[in-house]
């Protein structure tokens, strides 16, 4: 099982046959998807309103399967996105 946590107590967990978003640190689940409905990952680095990177550095993910799921995370975070994402296409055959 592999879970992400992001910057306001959201999380997204892996657990080998479905992805789930969790808020509330994990007392509210707010979506569940097979892997199967995987289409893509989006990372982006968050701007201030001069545009100008956040410091310290903050990303937004969206994760779209059959739903959408968004997630604020710092550089550590970026790092542990990037390897669910990895077992997620892994296991979806992508």
């Given at each position: 099982?592999?879970?992400?946590?992001?910057?306001?107590g959201e999380s997204i967990v892996f657990d080998?046959?479905?992805?789930?978003?969790?808020?509330?640190?994990?007392?509210d689940e707010a979506a569940r998807?097979?892997?199967?409905?995987?289409?893509?990952?989006?990372?982006?680095?968050?701007?201030s309103l001069l545009?100008?990177?956040k410091k310290p550095?903050?990303?937004?993910?969206?994760l779209a399967m059959s739903s959408f799921m968004s997630l604020t995370v710092d550089e550590i975070g970026k790092s542990a996105i990037e390897a669910l994402?990895?077992?997620?296409?892994?296991a979806a055959g992508k």
């Open positions: 099982m592999s879970e992400v946590v992001g910057m306001n080998g046959a479905t992805v789930a978003k969790f808020r509330h640190y994990g007392k998807n097979p892997v199967s409905t995987f289409r893509e990952c989006t990372i982006k680095e968050k701007t545009g100008k990177p550095p903050q990303f937004d993910v969206l994402v990895a077992e997620v296409r892994s």
